[in-house]
């Protein structure tokens, strides 16, 4: 019988590219496809499959992620192979003992290369679980993200590089962080409000709500709301309205005394 695979990536052409090229695989049944890491998560959940093909960029919860989460769940842990767009991350894949890793466009020959040792791997569970713990470890002895100059922030398939001051606000919502810029709305890819938080740069950005992050010189006005908290209204084109936490409120009276 053949070895049920899952494709989670976040852009539809890559994952109608590798279920195509996997249709000359006998070998190997792709049984779902998702499109970011929440999806991913569930889908392993659900149907258990021998071998995950795991986008490593994806906005909300990435490659990494996922494994991280898996792990956490005690979830049934598949075969990995890593895809992605820029060489810089195959490293780190090996780094994490992924199974092999897949640059794109997808080649049919290293395909065939990745499925090969998949396969192998498939036939030693044990060595395989120790190489998931490995990941976990590397996972949470990796340093914070850097401060970045710039944020990159993917939009209609497309990577701009946005300088700080452009963003308006980010949210995070299933998972995914969106941010709202001057000309354009895109996600980040950061698996947690925290972890973009700690990209950018602190005397600019204000967590206002668990789920809001907002630029501190882009707020236009301040709104009484109900008991004693706020709303903010932000300088984007909708003029979007974000809460203000309970917890929140005092410390904004204080950066405006208000």
């Known amino acids: 019988?053949?070895?049920?695979?899952?494709?989670?990536?976040?852009?539809?052409?890559?994952?109608?590219?590798?279920?195509?090229?996997?249709?000359?695989?006998p070998e190997v049944e792709v049984v779902a496809q998702g499109r970011n890491g929440v999806e991913a998560v569930h889908l392993v959940r659900d149907h258990q499959p021998a071998l995950l093909f795991l986008d490593v960029q994806m906005?909300?919860?990435?490659?990494?992620?996922?494994?991280?989460?898996?792990?956490?769940?005690?979830?049934?842990?598949?075969?990995?192979?890593?895809?992605?767009?820029?060489?810089?991350?195959?490293?780190?894949a090996f780094e994490v003992n992924a199974v092999d890793y897949l640059l794109k466009p997808f080649d049919?020959?290293?395909?065939?290369?990745?499925?090969e040792k998949a396969m192998r791997h498939l036939e030693s569970p044990a060595g395989s679980a120790q190489k998931i713990d490995r990941v976990l470890e590397l996972l949470e002895t990796r340093h914070g993200p850097p401060a970045l100059a710039k944020l990159p922030v993917k939009a209609n398939g497309r990577h701009f590089l946005l300088d700080q001051n452009e963003v308006i606000y980010a949210r995070i919502e299933d998972g995914v962080i969106t941010v709202v810029a001057n000309q354009l709305e895109g996600t980040a890819n950061c698996?947690?409000?925290?972890?973009?938080?700690?990209?950018?740069?602190?005397?600019?950005?204000?967590?206002?709500?668990?789920?809001?992050?907002?630029?501190?010189?882009?707020?236009?006005?301040?709104v009484p709301w109900f008991n004693s908290s706020y709303q903010l209204r932000?300088?984007?084109?909708?003029?979007?309205?974000?809460?203000?936490?309970?917890?929140?409120?005092r410390q904004l009276r204080g950066l405006f005394n208000l």
């Open 191 to 222: 698996r947690t409000i925290e972890e973009l938080q700690a990209a950018l740069d602190s005397k600019l950005f204000w967590r206002a709500h668990r789920s809001y992050l907002v630029n501190l010189n882009r707020i236009k006005e301040v």
């Open 59 to 92: 906005p909300g919860l990435d490659g990494f992620g996922v494994v991280k989460r898996l792990r956490e769940r005690k979830l049934p842990m598949p075969q990995l192979i890593f895809a992605t767009a820029y060489d810089q991350y195959a490293v780190q």
């Open 234 to 249: 932000m300088d984007d084109k909708k003029q979007t309205e974000i809460p203000v936490s309970r917890t929140q409120s």
């Open 1 to 25: 019988m053949p070895i049920s695979a899952i494709i989670v990536d976040d852009e539809q052409l890559a994952r109608d590219e590798l279920a195509y090229l996997l249709r000359s695989f």
């Open 108 to 115: 049919k020959a290293r395909l065939a290369q990745a499925l």
